[in-house]
Structures are given as C-alpha cells and as structure tokens.
C-alpha cells in the first residue's frame, strides 16, 4: 500500500487530536490527555511554535471505514543536551489497520531525518515499559533503553506543585 | 549570602562549559560530555537556539578561591505532550562550596516560572536514580517519578543507529 509522509499543518490538527485520542485508548491513559484541536493549532502552527508534526497519508482508495486518510502521524521538538542538539519524538502512532506496513518506521525514519538535518546528534523519546511491541520495536532499531541502562528516572512537576515551586 | 538569578548570555558559556564538567564530573560522566563552550554559544545564543540559561551568581567578596562568581546554572527549552505546553529543563547544578544556601531551588523555582509564564502546564528533567539527594531534593518539591509511578522509560538513538534509522 503506498503511503506519504509530509509536514503537518494547521488543518491537521483535527486529525491529529482524533489520533491522539487513539493513542492515549490504547495506552488507558484518556483521562491524562489535555490537548485539543484548537491547543494544537495555536501551539504548532503560529511564530514560536511548541513542536512540529509530521502526517502518514494514505490515497482515497485506502481510506478507513469513517472516511480517514490521515493515519499515522509523529510529533518533535528540539531539545538539548551534553551531547548538544537533539530531537525528541514526543508521539508515534500508526492506526492499528495500517499497522506491519512500515509507515512507523517511516515516520520515525523522518524525524531522524529531520534531526540529522538541524545537526543533531541524537533523538530521544519514552516509551511505557508494558508497551512490549514499541519497546521492541526500538530496539530492533537500536535503540537503547537509558533508563534500564543508566538508572535515568523522568520527572514531572505540574498543578498546584508547579505553582508553588514557582514561588519566589 | 545574596545571590543573584539572571538569564545566561553569550559571554556566560565559558562558565556553563566548566560547570557542565564539573556536574559531569559528580555523575560519573565526563566521557559522554561532547558540547564546548563554542557549541553553547552557537546552539544557545543565535536565531531560534536550542536551549535557554539561567546563571546563579554571587558578589565579588564571595568569589571561590578559582576566582569564579558565576557559581550555578541551569539550562531549560520548551517541549509538548498530551498535558500541552512544557517546559524541559536540562541541567541544574550549584558548585558544592554553595550548597545548601537555596540556591538550586531559586534556580529551579525560576524555570517554573518562566515555564508558567509562557502557558506549560508542567515541568520535566529526568534524574539519576542513584543521585538519592537529588532525588529526595525534587520529590520533597512536589515532583512525581512518573517512571517509578506509571513505568515510562527513556530511549535515546545516536550514532550509527541514528545515521541508518534515517535512511529511507
């Protein structure tokens, strides 16, 4: 099946916020996710933005029973490190019936690209270690996995914590 | 004794650099440190930089015995996710002979507000699990170990995996 990979824009978000929701079934995370269509559209698409995506688009004939060409898509910002410029792939997701395809690997393949382009020397992302399949997956493209590995913990600060560690 | 929180500039990356090896140096990692003071300059001071920096610095009669006034940092840039806008930060280091004085917290208390300021709903780093007073240190500010609590690990891809990932 052919598929292409292209910069997303404004008028993505609302796939992109369908997706997201998708992901986040999957992962039983729902409840977590805050982004809408209309938080997408002015963090991604206006002067500064947040993050930058990338659409996996199949052609008409392919389209999902409720009428979707829009399938897969990755999300990225830069970021920095001792290592200097990175790229962090904040999600990849691939619609489950277009799925062994390789359009996650494309669309991964892209942020890389993409990466290596602006001169960075690394790309970063988490994974949820019950996700077995993802975790396999990166690995199989080598991958490592620098918690196991080093003992790096991520942490998060946000609500009611975040405002008072904000304090002066 | 007074310190004082700033935003880093140009000229501050010499100082950046030499405290970049010193936290380095604590972690057991001065092998994997590959940015210079020239990278700092390029990567965090010209047209769309990679990161941002805040220097802790003291008054004259307090400098070390090195002559060093500029005695803690840290280095912060903006990310996304399902929660929306983030702030990532990086590093966060105070010299040893400085400890103790609150001086991390300002630090760190500075990033939240700036990650507040421009809409993040939270704030990220990851940590050392080993690094315990670090740990205890964020834990007691409020911050959640969301590899500990929900199982995400940290992935990274470099080098020659990074180069073949991103061919088509």
Redesign the interface.
Known sequence: MDFSIRAANMEDCKDIARM?MEL?EYEN?TD????TQK?LEQ??FSKNP??HGIIAEVAEQHRTQDGHTKIGYA?Y?????????GI?M?DLYVMPEFRGKGIGK?L??KV??L??AAGC??????????NKPS?DF?VS????????N???????????????????
Chains 1, 2 share one sequence.
């Open positions: 997201i986040a995370q977590i996710v805050k982004v938080d963090d991604g947040f993050f999300l910002f830069y970021s920095y490190s001792w290592l200097g410029r962090y904040e494309a991964m393949s890389a690209q990466g290596l020397s690394n790309l970063k992302f988490t994974v949820l270690d019950w975790v990166y493209q080598g991958c490592s996995d620098i918690t196991a080093f003992g790096f913990h991520c942490m998060r600060c946000e609500g009611e914590a975040l405002e008072h560690l904000a304090q002066p």
